[in-house]
């Protein structure tokens, strides 16, 4: 027997509905007669093999078949006996707080310091901690993870007890010809920070000759054989001119580009003006042509996201202190410290974690709950990222418009309507 899966995702549009899964980040569109046709055999536990029996029609046996496999393949109706706890865990490991430079954007707000301080005890505890969760990702990072005299050594240790995949996160400073060939070795993919497009946007926020290093980190790097390699991109108000130039340089590197929104937490505190709050967008009516016309000809063009810190992705900070984002660590509770609980796998794969205080209140700043959002037709489409989400909300004129914009857009996506 069948039941709709715990992630339900439910709207309604008129005479149309979409039901999706919001871990899976899958969805369908279908009438509201047959999803209470079909709703109605899930609550009388009536399974795909009587619909010869209830069915007169052939054509109706052969819809509702078809649509029960797909809802099945999408996992929005799951098996009555399933508890879809998670099984897959991503985690960010803050490996340090240090860092040999000082960005101005830092959510780490990572301390810059000569003299480095490591309880190589206490972080091997950790990494214990860690890879008895058996996660299917570690993401090794920092402060600067390379700053640690005995990083090699860790990541050779990581890399030995685990069957998951492994990547790097780092300033790309530290990195040489000799060491290259040592990250090619443990690492499936290096992510480098440099937050502009040449020596002059990367030092405005990374500082003085940074840029030089993280070019020759990515030389050194694809001369020892890494072939995955991303280069990332803070957005803020006073750069926004350099986000083309740098996506033309991540091309002629062959790098993959990530661009990420800045995030006033951290040191970023001290620049809440980077923060895009775009008071000067305009409704333009209708929905630009050109995008009508891509989404006539790619239905269904509209791509549904799910929050990682809700299903799985953790950070761990130097610590052992435990979030369910990086940029939550600065102004939430921690959902607890990796090394006081005795079962971990238990805390994850049961998912004891949801009981705490942080989660519970992490998953009220989810955008579907939010007052303004609770009736919207679109709302699960439009933010995915609670923080984001939230920050957004600080500018009420910023949000308003692009409220008004988005909607429109992803209501034609969705509904096919203006």
């Known amino acids: 027997m069948r039941k709709f899966t715990k992630n339900l995702l439910f709207l309604q549009n008129k005479e149309q509905v979409i039901v999706g899964n919001k871990f899976e980040c899958t969805f369908l569109k279908m009438s509201r007669e047959c999803y209470d046709i079909l709703n109605g055999f899930v609550n009388k536990g009536i399974g795909k093999h009587e619909y010869e029996n209830i069915f007169e029609d052939k054509d109706d046996k052969e819809y509702f078949s078809e649509l029960h496999d797909k809802l099945v393949e999408k996992k929005i109706l799951v098996d009555e006996n399933d508890k879809e706890l998670l099984t897959d865990f991503d985690i960010q490991w803050e490996v340090t707080n240090q860092c040999n ?92 920070s440099v937050d502009g497009s040449d020596e002059k946007s990367c030092s405005e926020i990374r500082g003085a000759g940074v840029f ?30 350099h986000e083309k130039p740098f996506l033309k340089l991540c091309r002629n590197l062959e790098v993959s580009p990530m661009v990420r929104t800045f995030s006033p ?14 008071e000067s967008v305009e409704d333009n009516d209708p929905v630009d042509p050109e995008f009508v016309k891509k989404t006539r000809e790619n239905q269904p063009y509209i791509e549904f996201g799910a929050c990682g810190g809700r299903y799985g ?106």
């Open 313 to 418: 992705s953790f950070t761990v900070n130097a610590k052992g202190n435990m979030f369910l984002c990086a940029p939550y660590e600065c102004s939430e509770k921690p959902i607890g410290n990796i090394l006081d609980v005795d079962d971990i796998r238990k805390y994850f794969y049961e998912e004891e974690f949801r009981k705490t205080e942080s989660y519970l209140n992490f998953e009220k700043k989810m955008p579907e709950n939010f007052k303004r959002c609770k009736e919207c037709s679109v709302k699960y489409f439009c933010w995915h990222c609670p923080f984001l989400f939230e920050q957004s909300l600080k500018n009420e004129k910023s949000f308003d418009n692009y409220c008004k914009l988005r909607k429109k857009e992803i209501g034609f996506s969705l509904w096919g309507e203006i």
């Open 212 to 241: 030089a290093k993280v070019m020759n980190a990515i030389k050194c790097l694809k001369a020892a054989g890494v072939k995955d390699i991303s280069l990332s991109f803070v957005l803020t108000a006073q750069n926004r001119e």
């Open 101 to 192: 430079l000082h960005c101005k954007h830092c959510i780490a707000d990572a301390v810059t310091t000569k003299t480095l301080i490591a309880d190589r005890d206490e972080i091997y505890a950790i990494a214990d901690k860690i890879l008895s969760v058996k996660p299917k990702l570690i993401t090794v990072t920092g402060g600067e993870p390379m700053v640690l005299p005995f990083f090699f050594e860790l990541s050779e240790y990581l890399k030995k007890n685990t069957d998951g995949e492994m990547n790097l996160m780092t300033n790309g400073t530290y990195i040489n010809e000799e060491n290259a060939i040592r990250i090619k070795e443990l690492y499936d993919k290096v992510f480098i």
């Open 265 to 278: 937490v951290g040191r970023g505190k001290d620049h809440k003006d980077w923060y895009i709050q775009d």
